[in-house]
């Protein structure tokens, strides 16, 4: 089987070919424009091996996240190609890449960062081969706390810090391609774009209390985001106890997010969420800002929640909120990773 896959998603412009058992590679320097460098290198690839792209039995492009451009640039030249030819096209997640390309390097690994812009960095978090979080805007700190001590794979250069380089290679590349499945060919980006996060954060925001109706708005979010997910049941006998109060954040009349709380002697967060793809515009801050309300109204002494401790954009934003570290509880979780037992004091 000959197979064609194409990653535009980093600096270096990677194409690599497989025919039969041999794999092929050409790889374009850091500053060659993908969209004018793909076409040329595929066709170099393919001339180099007396083949043409009809010969090709299947199609792989690397999704991202990574260059806005880059990918945008790689899925439609891929996707062209499948429909004109038609052709099987799947998709590779760049981070399953890196992470592959790590692991075969070095072993474990904590993390695999991406330097960013402005002294921050990209950062997946992978647990037994299965990618656990990616985050994003990390300090030097921040993502050295974050890999626990373990080695941190770098991809791009990083001087700065004591990072194990990455190097690409071809055959890595293929052999996700081999192990991909998933034909969908979605783009995955680091975040959303300026224009569309400016549109989102222009939307209407409101924090309304939960009823029964929402009960399957509530079950399908957590069970999309905690591994131990409160089932519907669960969530019914909260919605009905008067110790607990849910509350939901719409946007723009959407419900996108919340957050149960536990009142004691203190407000406790049981658990809040935000769905993906309107996460980091500020729901789940304006949850805890009316959980704070709560507490200050019924004259409670503190805002307090557990988190797991490699969930770092959780900790990041209760730090930002002035949580600060009560206690930690060694293996907690099932997973064996502590828990950070944050509280913020209100008076
Ligand atoms: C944690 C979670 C609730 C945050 O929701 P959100 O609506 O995106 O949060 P906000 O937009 O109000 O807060 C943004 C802040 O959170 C932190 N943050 C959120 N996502 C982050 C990410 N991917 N990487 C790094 N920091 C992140 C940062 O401090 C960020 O502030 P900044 O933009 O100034 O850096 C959301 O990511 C989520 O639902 N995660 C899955 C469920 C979960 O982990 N819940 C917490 C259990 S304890």
């Known amino acids: 089987m000959n197979i064609l896959a194409i990653n535009t998603a980093n600096k270096n412009l990677e194409i690599a070919l497989s025919v039969g058992q041999q794999v092929f590679s050409v790889v374009e320097s850091e500053n060659a424009h993908h969209n004018e460098a793909i076409i040329p290198a595929i066709d170099s690839i393919l001339k180099q091996h007396n083949l043409k792209l009809a010969d090709v039995d299947k199609f792989a492009v ?68 299965m990618l656990y979080k990616f985050t994003h805007n990390l300090t030097k700190d921040e993502l050295i706390f974050y890999a626990e001590n373990k080695p941190i794979a770098m991809f791009d250069a990083d001087g700065e810090i004591d990072a194990k380089i990455v190097k690409i290679d071809a055959k890595t590349l293929i052999n996700c391609a081999n192990l991909s499945k998933n034909q969908n060919l979605t783009p995955v980006y680091y ?9 989102l954060k222009a939307g209407k925001i409101a924090i309304l209390n939960a009823t029964e109706a929402d009960l399957s708005f509530l079950t399908e979010l957590e069970s999309e985001v905690e591994a131990n997910a409160l089932n519907q049941h669960q969530l019914q006998q909260i919605l009905n106890d008067k110790n607990y109060i849910t509350k939901i954040a719409y946007l723009n ?57 490699i969930n770092i954009s959780a900790f990041l934003l209760y730090k930002k909120l002035g949580f600060v570290v009560r206690r930690v509880r060694k293996a907690y979780y099932q997973d064996g990773q502590d828990c950070l037992e944050m509280v913020k004091v209100l008076k």
Request: aromatic fraction near 8%; charged fraction near 20%.
């Open 62 to 129: 690397v999704v991202g996240p990574g260059s806005f451009t880059g990918i945008r640039v790689g899925i439609a030249t891929i996707k062209a190609f499948r429909d004109a030819l038609n052709k099987p096209a799947v998709e590779i997640n760049n981070l399953d890449y890196l992470y592959a390309l790590a692991s075969e390097q070095f072993g474990e690994v904590g993390a695999v960062a991406i330097k960013g812009s402005a002294n921050s960095y990209f950062v997946a978090k992978f647990i037994h081969g």
């Open 191 to 199: 975040q959303l774009s300026q224009a569309e996060r400016e549109k």
């Open 253 to 309: 009349d959407t419900p996108v997010g919340f957050i149960v709380l536990e009142l004691t002697d203190e407000v406790n967060i049981v658990t809040i969420a935000t769905k993906k793809g309107v996460r980091n515009l500020g729901i789940a801050t304006k949850l805890i800002e009316e959980a704070d309300a709560i507490a200050k109204s019924k004259n409670l002494s503190a805002l307090s929640l557990e988190v797991n401790y």
